[in-house]
């Protein structure tokens, strides 16, 4: 039986690396018949009951649903090899390594019967090629001795200052452009974890997504579903307020956002997903959508002039909303190309930069998009490069973009018993 998806990781921002790879059922609402999750948790179910034949004709269609999920292409290749295809596993495996994700596939004990064939070292070369480091990724400055979770970064280019938002350590970190670091956000502000930063210079104002998980410190269970947006005067660092979302007893991670040039803010809840926005002056949030079709949404950005918002669903791909109408398009991914697994995103005059830390190797890509609005492109702009290792958010800084290299996230799962040791984060930057 295939593993299901890491618990941590899909309740927050499921980001384990290998998962996206492994797993083919996903605990979500029943979708209509016969959509590719559905053909899905046939396939499991076919495949703990030993029918090899079904399993294979359940995964394969799907595959043909959603070719670029990762996952499905690796339960086809097992499917393949239960069925006794060993040279269409073997060519459904070269498909996959053809996403630029990697597979450690002479370890796996299911494709064992593959290491006579011929082409067997072939597709491992193909998987351990994409090992290998693409573009590049500079430290543009470190922070040392830190132990928390650092995953929301902003630059205010007016200033030189850098923000940085703390999960673990619930606060927002400053770093001047001589490089002195300290808190920006107040002790007693108490605010939950830290996630998204924006800055809205309009405005004078910095927004953070704050949502309470049990990762932050002094966690209990009073603070679940503790979720919102709070809101800094950028010129004195004071808290103006904390926007408080309903609770409704169900799960909330409001784990990234962006802001119109009204000032209007948009938001996603990862745990019931959901995009929020709040617009100038208002005192509460407007749900905009919510869909059993979203299954983890993550980073968003504004696209087509403000008109859209592009929103990344970590197991579905990308989505983009029209504001007017509210309608959501599950985006196509380019031939040869996968979309899953993406945090953080990022609209430039060159496409969408987006964070895709859910695939091994993690990496930050380049997303152009048609005039339909629907990806052309997908290109590495930095890929298993040194300090890579576990990325956060990240943020335009002039005409680089910079991002947490090694957030932390995989030393709190599980929270430990005892606190890790402090360790130094880089912020990485590409062009």
């Given amino acids: 039986m295939l593993p299901a998806l890491h618990s941590l990781q899909f309740r927050v921002h499921t980001r384990v690396l290998v998962t996206l790879l492994v797993a083919i059922a996903i605990t979500v609402a029943i979708y209509a018949e016969p959509s590719h999750r559905t053909l ?7 495949l703990t009951a030993n029918n090899s034949a079904l399993f294979l004709e359940k995964i394969s269609a799907a595959v043909a649903l959603r070719p670029d999920y990762p996952r499905y292409l690796l339960a086809l290749a097992r499917a393949e090899v239960a069925n006794e295809k060993p040279d269409a596993a073997l060519a459904t495996l070269s498909r996959l390594a053809g996403l630029g994700v990697y597979v450690p596939l002479a370890s796996r004990a299911e494709f064992g019967p593959l290491k006579t064939h011929a082409g067997f070292g072939k597709v491992v070369a193909q998987f351990d090629a994409n090992r290998a480091p693409l573009g590049a990724a500079e430290t543009v400055f470190e922070l040392p001795a830190q132990s928390g979770i ?23 970190w400053r770093r001047d452009r001589h490089g002195a670091v300290s808190r920006f956000s107040a002790e007693d502000d108490h605010l939950p974890g830290v996630f998204g930063l924006a800055l809205d210079e309009k405005n004078g104002t910095l927004w953070a997504a704050v949502s309470a998980i ?8 009073d603070d679940r579903g503790d979720y919102g947006l709070a809101e800094y005067d950028l010129a004195t660092g004071s808290l103006r307020r904390i926007v408080e979302f309903p609770p409704d007893g169900k799960p909330h991670v409001l784990g990234d956002l962006a802001v119109a040039a009204d000032g209007t803010v948009y938001t996603s809840d990862s745990l019931t997903p959901t ?21 983890s949404l993550q980073g968003l950005t504004l696209v087509d002039h403000g008109r859209a918002l592009l929103v990344a669903d970590y197991a579905n791909g990308l989505w983009r909303v029209d504001l007017a109408t509210a309608k ?30 859910g ?5 930050v890509v380049l997303v152009t998009l048609g005039a339909d609005g629907q990806p052309t492109s997908v290109a590495p702009l930095a890929s298993a490069q040194p300090g890579m290792t576990d990325l956060g958010l990240g943020t335009i800084a002039g005409d680089t973009f910079a991002f947490v290299g090694n957030s932390g996230w995989a030393l709190y799962d599980p929270v430990p018993s005892t606190e890790p040791a402090p360790r130094t984060v880089a912020i990485l930057t590409t062009h």
Wanted: contains cysteine; aromatic residues 8%; hydrophobic residues 45%.
């Fill in 40 to 46: 899905a948790r046939e396939a499991q179910a076919a």
């Fill in 150 to 172: 650092v995953e929301g970064l902003a630059f205010r280019s007016a200033t030189g200052d850098w923000f940085i938002g703390d999960v673990r350590q619930r606060c927002i």
């Fill in 214 to 221: 049990e990762q932050m410190r002094g966690y209990t269970a």
């Fill in 275 to 295: 995009l929020w926005k709040l617009g100038p002056g208002e005192i509460a949030p407007e749900k905009i959508i919510a869909s059993t079709d979203f299954v």
């Fill in 328 to 357: 959501a398009t599950l985006l196509n991914a380019p031939a040869g190309a996968t979309l899953l697994g993406i945090d953080g995103l990022y609209a430039t005059r060159r496409g969408v930069i987006a964070v895709q830390n």
């Fill in 359 to 363: 695939i091994e190797p993690q990496r």
